[in-house]
């Protein structure tokens, strides 16, 4: 089967949540067997030609005068540029033709206006269409507008309306949650399954744990890794909020979310004592996740589920965990070796815990939970998926 996917961004270094979930989804597709093109849309301004590949399509200067004179918001003519703007509509045309697809996917919502327009247009014609959803995005666009204070109506209502129109027109609809499979059930999808958020396994180089060790010593730390992404930095303050007791070792911090935090750190004691590493290389990463104490998760907002829930629990370190972190991994939070705290203090009460424990981290888990492991992996969260479009195939057939 042909599969055209269509994505917000370039995937060829996939670094942030939304990357790393829809490079995965390209290698299960091919790993079954079918021939699959992903094009990603990016801003080359921003992003350099080493992480783009020549079917990825550019946001050039044309594009944004179109999104800039169109007379509203900019998200909505951005996201509506991609099919009103016509020589970049003509691009994704030719792109179409020449590939021939049996089936196009795109990634979130707003490459909907796109996809609708090429099928309007009959450019997809007997093309099966998939929508593969991170959030459900209505909900999450009126999370992040409370967050930051302000409300976009247009944007929330255009955001809202498009939902509405791939629940009722999309042949299939993929989720990363029960919760957000409900929600655009709720909008009258009629085929909707979820394929859940995975990770990969924790396998740090030599070399990575030698630096570490040999910075670190034998000192023992709290990690916490995220991207730039409001509610998980919004989670990390409300809960180092008014908190004066330090910790027993480290917190450090890595990822993006360092720029969210940055301008609020003197206002908190955990933070002020913290490491923030910012941006690491991925084999330091692994090693900090093969090495910490102790992984933390806490997470108060946002929709879909949390990639690093399941980088955490692969690092097969001890963690401590939010209910709502755990969104989409319900079935782990009984595990050996997660503890669930909804309350801050009893939430560092159970990191200083770990802090001070003298046991091997590691040792927290029985060897089935070793074994459970394997469900979080992308190849075994993505299967249903995969089974899907199986299923499509044998019912084309049949028809």
């Known amino acids: 089967m042909r599969i055209l996917i269509f994505g917000p961004w370039a995937i060829t270094r996939a670094r942030h949540g939304g990357q790393i979930r829809a490079a995965n989804i390209v290698s299960a597709y091919r790993a079954a067997g079918h021939d699959v093109k992903f094009i990603g849309i990016y801003d080359p301004n921003n992003v350099p030609p080493l992480d783009t590949t020549r079917d990825d399509v550019p946001i050039d200067a044309t594009v944004m005068q179109f999104v800039h004179a169109s007379g509203v918001p900019w998200q909505i003519s951005l996201w509506r540029s991609f099919a009103e703007c016509k020589v970049l509509f003509e691009r994704f045309v030719a792109i179409v033709r020449d590939f021939k697809p049996d089936v196009v996917q795109f990634e979130e919502p707003y490459m909907w206006p796109l996809v609708r327009t090429l099928r309007d247009s009959s450019h997809l014609r007997d093309v099966r269409i998939i929508h593969s959803s991170y959030n459900f995005e209505t909900e999450y666009r009126r999370e ?19 939902e509405e129109q791939i629940a009722r027109e999309c042949d299939l609809v993929i989720t990363v949650s029960d919760d957000d499979a409900r929600s655009f059930r709720a909008l009258g999808a009629s085929r909707v399954i979820v394929a859940r958020n995975g990770s990969s396994r924790v396998l740090p180089c030599k070399t990575a744990i030698r630096a570490v060790n040999d910075y670190l010593g034998a000192q023992s730390f709290a ?12 989670g990390l303050l409300q809960f180092v909020e008014g908190i004066e007791q330090p910790l027993p070792g480290k917190l450090i911090i890595c990822g993006a979310v360092f720029k969210l935090l940055e301008s609020q750190r003197r206002k908190h004691r955990l933070l002020r004592d913290a490491e923030i590493w910012g941006m690491v290389d991925p084999e330091v990463l692994q090693a900090l996740l093969a090495r910490a104490s102790v992984v933390i998760l806490p997470k108060t907002s946002g929709g879909g589920s949390n990639l690093k829930t399941s980088e955490a629990l692969l690092s097969a370190r001890p963690v401590v965990a939010t209910r709502f972190a755990f969104t989409g991994f319900e079935d782990w939070q009984d595990l050996q070796g997660v503890w669930i705290e909804d309350e801050p203090i009893m939430f560092w009460r159970r990191v200083a815990e770990q802090l001070r424990s003298e046991r091997d981290p590691s040792s927290t888990w029985h060897e089935s939970a070793f074994e459970r492991r394997n469900h979080l992996l992308w190849e075994a969260c993505l299967v249903p998926m995969v089974d899907a479009l199986a299923q499509d195939l044998v019912t084309g057939a049949a028809s």
């Open 144 to 162: 992040l507008s409370r967050i930051a204070g302000h409300f976009d109506e247009a944007v929330l209502l255009d955001v809202a309306q498009q």
């Open 223 to 234: 990690l916490f890794v995220s991207s730039a992404h409001p509610p998980n930095a919004q």
